[in-house]
């Protein structure tokens, strides 16, 4: 046995040890146990890491320690590896497996859950290399899925916590007794481009796939005229007077002189 003092850090001699041991043995149960008791504090770190995602905190330690204690019963000492490299993973995809089964509020599709989880970390990643936000053409990108993928996941995401109706409301003119209910039925000033949209989308729909990511560009993924013609390898302005025509066109096509659409 081991006389140093053992933490998760540097368990692999223990795990040495317990490979030489008879499985049935109770040398092999008490060893077992030991380094166990060692490499507990670990699930402690793991569990802080997604601590203030509206779980508890004792769900997420417990969840950690199932991990910890399945990466002690899984890990091979002859592969070479630390146990921490392999500990660590284990247990940080428990937590998230729990994220993913528990505590959804709302019913979400599974798919929609695991791409949840790719698409914040593609998001984090894709930001610090690009120095702004993706959008979600390249989120589908980077990731391999259809766009619309992006987009149920994105709208899936606000299933992940939910308030009640009573909670009281925020910024209320100093009324605390305003809830969230009470909020609601105030005219939305987005009505009219919300009536824009539906009279515009069957013209949408006839345009040249061209000119549909055209205005993709423009107005979904907000690309400048800048980046749009260096994408297509044009001028500027010609990028200019294509928006033009087909603004107008559209407007033409309308009821309504004034659809909220700028070049």
Request: hydrophobic share 40%; charged share 25%.
């Amino acid at each position: 046995m081991p006389t140093t003092a053992a933490t998760y850090e540097n368990a692999e001699p223990l795990f040495v040890h317990l490979a030489l041991t008879d499985p049935r043995s109770p040398e092999h149960a008490a060893l077992r146990d030991q380094i166990i008791e060692i490499c507990l504090p670990l699930a402690g770190n793991i569990a802080r890491k997604y601590a203030g995602r509206g779980e508890v905190f004792d769900d997420l330690l417990q969840t950690a320690r199932l991990g910890v204690v399945m990466a002690v019963d899984r890990y091979d000492v002859r592969t070479g590896s630390p146990f921490l490299g392999f500990a660590v993973p284990t247990a940080m995809g428990e937590v998230r497996r729990h994220f993913r089964d528990h505590i959804w509020p709302l019913h979400v599709p599974r798919r929609e859950k695991e791409l949840q989880g790719k698409v914040r970390a593609t998001t984090d990643e894709l930001t610090r290399r690009l120095h702004r936000s993706p959008t979600a053409q390249e989120l589908a990108t980077e990731l391999d899925v259809p766009v619309t993928d992006i987009a149920r996941t994105l709208v899936a995401a606000n299933a992940f916590q939910t308030r009640s109706l009573d909670t009281p409301a925020r910024e209320t003119d100093g009324d605390p007794s305003m809830t969230i209910a009470d909020t609601f039925g105030d005219e939305d000033p987005r009505f009219q481009m919300a009536e824009d949209t539906i009279t515009v989308a069957p013209l949408l729909a006839q345009l040249s796939p061209e000119d549909q990511q055209l205005l993709i560009w423009r107005f979904y993924d907000t690309l400048t005229q800048g980046e749009i013609a260096e994408r297509l390898g044009v001028s500027q302005m010609s990028v200019s007077r294509k928006l033009t025509r087909l603004l107008g066109e559209l407007r033409a096509q309308t009821t309504d002189d004034h659809l909220a659409l700028t070049v």
